[in-house]
């Protein structure tokens, strides 16, 4: 089976470090762990690994968060794959810094990047992973501050939780997205003290 993992994001070095990028962040930490890295194509940066029988094509578009979708689409066509094997990983304001909820469809809960997605491929009933960002920001900051970079305190965070974040990928890709969520998704709530925690809440 192949599955295409698209981790959204805006390129350029002023958005590197911003929490908006957390896409881009998860899917490096994925290459990192499978010690691949990323090549330059068409509509993004792309790379291609395989885990325990399955293909994974992970793809960092390189149109802007606001037309992700013309990535995806052009990348789910150009392997072959279905939605149902489509998986984003996406930042979210909703849940706090370093949570995250795997989901097998929904909306785009005012997302720029998934509203893209789901109008240019006609369905929004593919999987996402939600990463928190957090809110703490005042009313009609909200976008100065998903553009923001990462507080040093948010960034010791995320680096915990990036292990979880590529399990939740390979097992997205090996167990299918059901058993991923009833496995993962009760960790994904959680703040661990330590990487070791996650693995004792499975």
């Known amino acids: 089976m192949k599955y295409l993992i698209a981790g959204l994001g805006n390129i350029g070095e002023e958005y590197k470090n911003t929490r908006h ?7 490096d930490a994925v290459a990192a762990a499978s010690n691949i890295s990323f090549k330059d194509s068409r509509y993004g940066f792309v790379a291609e690994m395989r885990y325990k029988g399955a293909s994974f094509i992970l793809l960092k578009p390189s149109t802007f968060m606001n037309r992700s979708g013309n990535a995806v689409r052009y990348w789910l066509q150009k392997e072959k794959i279905t939605p149902e094997n489509l998986l984003v990983v996406t930042d979210d304001i909703a849940i706090p810094t370093g949570t995250m909820r795997l989901r097998a469809k929904g909306g785009h809960g005012g997302h720029n990047g998934l509203a893209s997605i789901s109008e240019v491929i006609g369905t929004d009933e593919y999987a996402r992973l939600r990463v928190g960002i957090g809110n703490d920001y005042p009313r009609g900051g909200q976008v100065n501050y998903v553009l923001g970079t990462w507080t040093p305190e948010e ?48």
């Open 21 to 27: 990028n957390v896409g881009f962040m998860v899917l």
């Open 155 to 202: 960034l010791s965070i995320m680096k915990k939780r990036l292990p979880l974040a590529v399990e939740f990928i390979l097992s997205f890709g090996t167990a299918g997205c059901e058993l991923t969520m009833t496995a993962f998704n009760k960790a994904g709530k959680k703040l661990p003290d330590n990487d070791s925690d996650i693995r004792k809440d499975r």
